[in-house]
């Protein structure tokens, strides 16, 4: 009896020993992180901020979209400049390189030195050619419909989703007449989903209409109408995103860009007191794919 004991004993550990281990954990997919960099026009540089703090905590975007001046940062972020070397380049801008006017149309800006610009520093890269997928979002003029361009000249699609109605000639690519992006995307949340992003960062520069802000000068102004003018489509536009980041650069004046050290730093606060919860939510969002 002991031995028939001993023998069942033994044949109960021999079967638990071969019991095979649990199969570990599924690993949860890879994000495709999205950057919609919002409009603002010298606000814009909140968006260098927001991108130096990011990739300071391992957040690196993997596809990029733009507005008016955040066609202008996204642009150069994509063709491969970190957010040091944007500061940098911000740091080193003076605004007679971008500004041309033209008394041919009454003195708007042409928008042409600010296509140079932007194509000198993307080594005259296409868009497609870029280290990142990258679209510039901005308004046909003769039927109010969004258009994100993500190939050809990058410049000139940085141009047309800057060319602010009012103070820039309308941009003409392939005969057809382009406006500020803000018109119709102030925060281009969808162009970023249209390149494949999973979680979409948006970052809104702008200024709400709430009888607080009076700007003095003609770009201010001008500004602001585009803005009200976006303003409930880009909250519909908004809500698609998984986070939403809002530097605090109310204070900025579309002109002022000789506080662009002020907004870099709004923006890098903005970030930074953003980080935890940002995390939080790509987990959660990395768990829903895995389902």
Excluded: W
Excluded at 126 to 146: H, I, M, S, W
Excluded at 208 to 223: E, R
Excluded at 255 to 275: C, R, S, T, V
Aim: hydrophobic share 45%; charged share 20%; glycine share 10%.
């Amino acid at each position: 009896m002991k031995k028939l004991f001993a023998s069942l004993i033994a044949l109960s550990f021999l079967a638990a020993c071969t019991t095979p281990p649990p199969a570990p954990p599924k690993p949860l997919p890879k994000l495709k992180i999205g950057l919609a960099l919002g409009g603002g026009a010298a606000k814009g540089f909140a968006h260098i901020g927001v991108i130096k703090m990011l990739e300071a905590n391992g957040i690196v975007p993997d596809v990029v979209s733009g507005t008016s001046a955040g066609s202008v940062v996204g642009a150069l972020y994509a063709s491969g400049m970190n957010g040091f070397t944007l500061q940098e380049r911000a740091f080193g801008l003076d605004e007679s390189q971008i500004r041309d006017l033209s008394l041919m149309s009454g003195g708007l800006v042409k928008g042409q030195k600010l296509q140079d610009y932007v194509n000198k520093l993307v080594d005259n890269r296409p868009l497609d050619k870029l280290n990142k997928p990258f679209a510039a979002v901005a308004t046909e003029l003769d039927t109010g419909t969004r258009i994100s361009f993500a190939r050809g000249n990058t410049g000139q699609a940085v141009r047309a989703s800057s060319s602010i109605p009012g103070v820039f000639e309308p941009v003409m690519i392939a005969g057809r007449r382009y406006v500020d992006g803000g018109v119709i995307s102030p925060v281009p949340v969808d162009a970023a989903k249209e390149l494949g992003a999973d979680f979409i960062i948006a970052v809104d520069i702008s200024s709400k209409a709430n009888g607080s802000n009076t700007p003095s000068n003609m770009l201010g102004i001008v500004n602001q109408a585009v803005m009200i003018m976006g303003q409930k489509l880009g909250e519909q536009e908004m809500t698609r995103a998984d986070f939403i980041l809002r530097p605090k650069v109310g204070k900025i004046g579309a002109a002022d860009f000789d506080q662009k050290n002020i907004a870099i730093l709004e923006g890098e606060k903005a970030a930074i007191a953003a980080i935890t919860e940002i995390k939080r939510r790509m987990l959660e969002k990395q768990k829903a794919l895995a389902q």
